[in-house]
């Protein structure tokens, strides 16, 4: 089946291609639940979710109600969720929790949402002015390979790092990070980030593929781009198919999110359409632009990132 392409990572395990984003405001349990069957049904295996999406009861609930059926046996799903700011201080609890809104005995893949910590009782996606701590990845990241060494997750990794916080963490991490999952699509290429991942063997994975159109936050912008357009045009594809099939090209797994049934077809569809150096060269034109900037995270006084461009590292 399509869905199962997969990648292998750093640490022996194999994670589908395609992920199935399942972040949607509002958050709607019931609408997640039916989304998450369907995809099942179409043959979606790799589901990421995050503490701070609210999806993680409706999508344990989905996924257990087909493994209840017979539908689908636990080991054939990769599962992501995230560990959010506030619960730096302690990895191993916060996973527990997680494990018991999705009522499953371990994850696949435990990532550090963003190389951000906040305070204890930060439960919201905009922290306030005050909600942020110092960061301490060392202690952070060895929670995380607690919950590894616990057999709470099958895999570690981290989202939304820079090229220098890979290098930073490589330092001094038992076991480095299998994945850093990123936005990354036809307008944000990861160019030195890829670099840098590729070189340590950790997998990129893309967030946002299409840009994330229909998001408050999000763009139309790589879908309507007249590139973009054009190559779907000369291969009898779409657009979002050619921004999937662009990141799988790169070597990058895409997460993306639909909630419709043809779309979610769709997007399953970029796996059958070819571009070729010619339609690649000309992506490369595409001027760039960050649609998922993280400013929440940067203020003046409490924030350890002061400006934009401390929290990416300059890579915006
Ligand atoms: N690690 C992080 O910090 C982070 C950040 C952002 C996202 N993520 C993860 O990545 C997932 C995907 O990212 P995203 O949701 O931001 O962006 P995205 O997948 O690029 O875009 C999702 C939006 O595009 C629409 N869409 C999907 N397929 C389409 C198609 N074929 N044609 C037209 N529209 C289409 C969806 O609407 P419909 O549902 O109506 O189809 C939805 O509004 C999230 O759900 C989440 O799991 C992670």
Not at 36 to 44: F, H, P, S, W
Not at 86 to 112: C, F, G, I, Q, W
Not at 195 to 208: L, T
Not at 236 to 253: D, F, R
Request: proline share 5%; with cysteine.
């Amino acid at each position: 089946m399509r869905c199962n392409h997969h990648v292998r990572l750093n640490c022996g395990i194999t994670m589908p291609l395609i992920g199935f984003g399942t972040y949607s405001y509002p958050n709607d349990n019931k609408t997640t639940q039916i989304a998450v069957q369907n995809a099942l049904e179409l043959g979606y295996r790799h589901f990421d979710t995050a503490k701070i999406y609210g999806s993680e009861p409706a999508l344990g609930k989905a996924l257990n109600k087909a493994i209840y059926r017979g539908e689908i046996q636990r080991e054939e799903i990769f599962l992501t969720s995230k560990l959010w700011g506030s619960d730096h201080h302690d990895p191993v609890s916060a996973l527990k929790r997680t494990l018991k809104n999705l009522d499953m005995e371990y994850l696949d893949m435990y990532l550090v949402h963003w190389p951000v910590k906040l305070k204890p009782w930060v439960n919201y996606p905009v922290p306030n002015e005050d909600d942020f701590e110092n960061l301490d990845l060392e202690t952070t990241w060895a929670g995380m390979e607690k919950c590894l060494e616990m057999g709470l997750c099958r895999s570690i990794g981290v989202s939304n790092f820079s090229s220098s916080k890979i290098e930073w963490l490589l330092d001094f991490a038992n076991t480095p990070p299998a994945v850093n999952q990123v936005e990354m699509h036809p307008m944000w290429r990861q160019r030195k980030l890829r670099k840098i991942c590729g070189k340590h063997n950790i997998h990129v994975s893309a967030y946002s593929p299409l840009g994330g159109p229909g998001n408050a936050w999000g763009s139309t912008a790589v879908v309507n781009h007249p590139i973009i357009q054009s190559i779907a045009f000369k291969h009898n594809a779409t657009p979002p198919q050619v921004a999937l099939k662009w990141g799988l090209l790169k070597g990058s797994s895409v997460i993306v999110k639909s909630f419709n049934d043809e779309r979610m077809e769709e997007n399953i569809g970029s796996f059958d359409i070819n571009l070729d150096g010619e339609d690649m060269l000309e992506i490369e034109k595409m001027e760039e632009m960050k649609i998922m900037r993280g400013e929440f995270h940067v203020n003046e006084t409490t924030s350890p990132y002061k400006t934009i461009e401390e929290l990416w590292d300059d890579e915006i």
